[in-house]
């Protein structure tokens, strides 16, 4: 699907255009990087003639980009989708009273977080963009597992200026690669770090909304013993962890709007991360 986890050689492209005009040859060598060494010349130019005739891609002379149409039909789209207060879950979470929770069960941790990412935009719109957010995962396996989803949600938090601390439980290789490469000004990274927290419990907090999801314990032994035998991540490897989450693994969310909740949880990460101005970590 178009935005999501990338499947066909249209959205590689699409991706690649997005970053701007390109030549057949330029985009020919990019793809053979990114996407894949046997993708052929002609696969190429077949899928770039299919979206230039569905007005998806613009051709002149023999640069290729966005056509501007298309882009407009889809931001029009979009904006009637996010913007709508007729969005049941819009209208239910933000509504919610302090002590209101909703539970939501999935058969697999793969469901969970496409379910946790929808409702965790919603409130994470609707955050003061000064209030500091809070994040807490036994292992960073849905940066390897729904790649192109963490990857836009991590880049939104860089992209609005808005403040997370984000704890680990987990200190393999891996775990400190997701440090090394994602901490900024604006994520603040721990590794090493439950706060009491068991190995199958993740946690979010934003606002005085506090997101807390439970996996299954096997389901969680599968990744720690993925991470603990891979220091690198090769093709195979993203795939064997996509595979182990989308195994039968009774998983849930929580989420409540529980001022005190996620007051306590505020205090125990302010111990622990330097917040500087103009964040602030309780409500002023």
């Keep these: 699907m178009i935005f999501g986890e990338k499947t066909r050689v249209e959205e590689h492209l699409i991706e690649l255009l997005d ?13 053979k990087s990114s996407y894949s060494p046997t993708v052929t010349k002609q696969a190429i130019y077949q899928a770039l003639r299919k979206l230039t005739k569905e007005e998806v891609v613009n051709k002149s002379g023999s640069t290729y980009s966005l056509n501007r149409v298309w882009l407009k ?4 789209f979009a904006e009637r989708h996010i ?9 239910n979470i933000l509504g919610f009273e302090d002590g209101d929770s ?4 999935f058969k697999n941790p793969f469901l969970l977080d496409i379910t946790w990412g929808h409702l965790y935009d919603i409130v994470f719109e609707a955050n003061d963009k000064h209030w500091v957010m809070l994040n807490h995962h036994p292992h960073e396996w849905l940066i390897l ?34 440090k090394k490469e994602w901490s900024s000004n604006y994520i603040k990274i721990n590794t090493g770090e439950s706060y009491g927290l068991k190995p199958n419990q993740y946690l979010s907090v934003v ?11 096997q389901f969680e032994e599968k990744v720690h013993e993925f991470f603990m035998q891979n220091e690198i991540i090769d093709q195979a490897a993203q795939e064997e962890i996509r595979d182990i989450s989308q195994q039968k693994y009774a998983s849930k969310i929580k989420v409540q709007k529980s001022r005190k909740k996620a007051n306590g949880w505020r205090k125990k990460y302010k111990m622990d991360f330097y917040i500087p101005k103009p964040y602030y970590n309780f409500p002023e």
């Design 19 to 31: 970053k701007g005009a390109l030549d057949g040859p330029t985009i020919i060598s990019h793809l």
């Design 73 to 76: 039909k889809i931001k029009t």
């Design 83 to 91: 913007d709508t207060v007729t969005n049941t879950n819009f209208r």
């Design 102 to 105: 909703v539970t939501y069960k």
């Design 145 to 178: 597992s729904r790649t192109e989803t963490e990857k836009f949600w991590l880049n939104q938090i860089e992209e609005q200026r808005k403040m997370m601390l984000f704890t680990i439980n987990g200190n393999t290789e891996l775990d400190k690669e997701f």
């Design 207 to 217: 606002g005085d909304y506090v997101f807390e999801i439970t996996t299954d314990m």
